[in-house]
């Protein structure tokens, strides 16, 4: 009945937010699951896990069309009345129109990263961005000032990484720092 989506940098909070809504629902006696990619293994394969240690139980699925299919399959013939989807910006394109179509009888809840390292945008999370029904910006705290962070940077070795390294790399803290758009970086 409503799609939402959550976006903003590493560390804001999105896989946090996303269990509490969807624990709201199970505590309203709807059924409600998570999905993520099953690349993501940072911390364990069938939960997610917030960066302070939260965890909830997820479905793993591929990163890829089939995945897609099978994540709107699991939710179709499961009957899940709230789905929640991380990391949607590790998905290709095609999930923008399943979970569209799902939010027209289930609650679809999506989060995922605003920026690349580059602070580019991510396609699948711009265009589910722009069809949703409601919008949550989190940002965090950035790590040089402790103004509002809405940029992701990753760094190696402690330095910005060069703009032409991997759009994805799975990390946490040692990998990736929130920061304002002043203190943010660019790679070169
Ligand atoms: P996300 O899914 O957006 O990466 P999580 O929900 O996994 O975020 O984690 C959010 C938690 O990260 C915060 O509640 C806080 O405990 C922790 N945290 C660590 N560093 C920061 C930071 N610089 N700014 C905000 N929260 C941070
Ligand atoms: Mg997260
Ligand atoms: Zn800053």
Do not use: W
């Not at 897609?68 to 998905?91: M, N, S, Y």
């Not at 609650?107 to 949703?132: D, H, Q, Y």
């Amino acid at each position: 009945m409503v799609l939402e989506v959550i976006i903003g940098p590493m560390f804001s909070g999105k896989t946090t937010e996303l269990i509490r809504l969807i624990e709201r629902e199970v505590f309203a006696k709807k059924k409600g699951a998570i999905f993520k990619p099953s690349l993501d293994r940072r911390y364990s394969e069938k939960e997610v896990v917030t960066h302070n240690g939260l965890r909830y139980k997820a479905y793993q699925v591929l990163p890829s069309r089939g995945g897609v299919r099978r994540l709107e399959k699991i939710a179709t013939e499961k009957g899940i009345d709230a789905v929640g989807v991380d990391e949607i910006q590790f998905f290709p394109e095609e999930l923008v129109e399943v979970l569209d179509r799902l939010s027209f009888t289930k609650k679809v809840i999506a989060c995922g990263l605003n920026l690349s390292f580059r602070a580019e945008p991510f396609r699948t999370t711009m265009e589910l961005t722009v069809r949703a029904d409601k919008v949550t910006y989190l940002s965090a705290v950035c790590v040089r000032c402790g103004r509002e962070a809405t940029r992701t940077q990753r760094l190696i070795s402690g330095k910005p990484a060069p703009k032409d390294s991997p759009l994805f790399v799975v990390g946490g803290k040692e990998l990736y720092e929130p920061r304002c758009r002043l203190c943010y970086e660019p790679p070169k």
